[in-house]
T-cell receptor, first 110, second 116 residues
Framework: GQQLNQSPQSMFIQEGEDVSMNCTSSSIFNTWLWYKQDPGEGPVLLIALYKAGELTSNGRLTAQFGITRKDSFLNISASIPSDVGIYFCAGQNTGNQFYFGTGTSLTVIP | ETGVTQTPRHLVMGMTNKKSLKCEQHLGHNAMYWYKQSAKKPLELMFVYSLEERVENNSVPSRFSPECPNSSHLFLHLHTLQPEDSALYLC???????????????FGEGSWLTVV
């Protein structure tokens, strides 16, 4: 079945450092989405990507839709303590189904 | 505020109880979803409704019963649940279930369910 591999599973970084995480799929996606989830809350959409090669920013966050349409990455620049949380990728394939990664847990050390 | 509201936020129920989770979206979307989130697992899709019709049911046990009376409201009726059903239940909505630029899923804050 469809697989979404998200890495790394967890990250511990110093405040001010940049962060990079990515997702890869076993088949082509037409949409890539990145979410952040705080403890006890639902995922909140950060960035949505709809075209291969698309590069989109939202403040200190930047995400790209891979040219092969099988991957996407999310970068966070100059991390701050409130960036702590779990980041999920999601993709919609040609069969209209959404799939989710297992999440990257980010800890920012002040 | 994502435009998707879930109630209750927390629910503790016994295995013989009957309860319901409620979801309301204020985004004018046509598709609504129920997901289950357990620790260390990817989100599990349970049900999808498009224009109030169920379009997907991912082999969910019959002790979970969805209801979509209109495109803005979605319920998940719970009865005779098991302790392993304890999880965060997330409601979501999207413009539609089909492809197309701008189709994005928005989540509610979730309902924490504990079955005792």
């Amino acid at each position: 079945g469809q697989q979404l591999n998200q890495s790394p599973q967890s990250m511990f970084i110093q405040e001010g450092e940049d962060v990079s995480m990515n997702c890869t799929s076993s088949s082509i996606f037409n949409t890539w989405l990145w979410y952040k989830q705080d403890p006890g809350e639902g995922p909140v959409l950060l960035i949505a990507l709809y075209k291969a090669g698309e590069l989109t920013s939202n403040g200190r966050l930047t995400a790209q839709f891979g040219i092969t349409r099988k991957d996407s990455f999310l970068n966070i620049s100059a991390s701050i303590p409130s960036d702590v949380g779990i980041y999920f990728c999601a993709g919609q394939n040609t069969g209209n189904q959404f799939y989710f990664g297992t999440g990257t847990s980010l800890t920012v050390i002040p | 505020e994502t435009g998707v509201t879930q109630t209750p936020r927390h629910l503790v129920m016994g295995m013989t109880n009957k309860k319901s989770l409620k979801c309301e979206q204020h985004l004018g979307h046509n598709a609504m979803y129920w997901y289950k989130q357990s620790a260390k697992k990817p989100l599990e899709l349970m049900f999808v409704y498009s224009l109030e019709e169920r379009v997907e049911n991912n082999s969910v046990p019959s002790r979970f019963s969805p209801e979509c009376p209109n495109s803005s409201h979605l319920f998940l009726h719970l009865h005779t649940l098991q302790p392993e059903d304890s999880a965060l239940y997330l409601c979501a909505s999207s413009r539609g279930t089909g492809l197309g630029s701008g189709n994005t899923i928005y989540f509610g804050e979730g309902s924490w369910l504990t079955v005792v």
